[in-house]
Nanobody, 120 residues
Framework: QGQLVESGGGLVQPGGSLRLSCAAS????????MGWYRQAPGKQRELVAT???????NYADSLKGRFTISRDNAKNTVLLQMNNLKPEDTAIYYC??????????????WGQGTQVTVSS
């Protein structure tokens, strides 16, 4: 079993920065990949960025250059640094991780979501 806890959302002005953090806990044997997704009001959840245990990253094309994902394998955490934020980045951001537990089951887990609002 695993659990993801996010932090770091909030209100920021256009052009500002925020850093989101997500920590995985539980009976974890390994985490194949971790990542961030977001869902804006009235829209479907979409990929923001993912990072593998081998630190291979993947970004939504529209976010490359502004967002940076990083991972600390020893701490089972993933960070999302968001720079030059725009109003269209306003959404609930969800952490995701594919975790193998001591039962050897591999499941996708989701955090509860953290609100990011970009507004002047």
């Amino acid at each position: 079993q695993g659990q993801l806890v996010e932090s770091g959302g909030g209100l920021v002005q256009p052009g500002g920065s925020l850093r989101l953090s997500c920590a995985a806990s539980g009976s974890i044997v390994s985490i194949k990949h971790m990542g961030w997704y977001r869902q804006a009001p009235g829209k479907q959840r979409e990929l923001v960025a993912t990072v593998t245990s081998g630190v291979i990253t993947n970004y939504a094309d529209s976010l490359k250059g502004r967002f940076t994902i990083s991972r600390d394998n020893a701490k089972n955490t993933v960070l999302l640094q968001m720079n030059n934020l725009k109003p269209e980045d306003t959404a609930i951001y969800y952490c995701n991780a594919r975790i193998t537990s001591y039962t050897l089951a591999t499941l996708d887990y989701w955090g509860q979501g953290t609100q990011v609002t970009v507004s002047s």
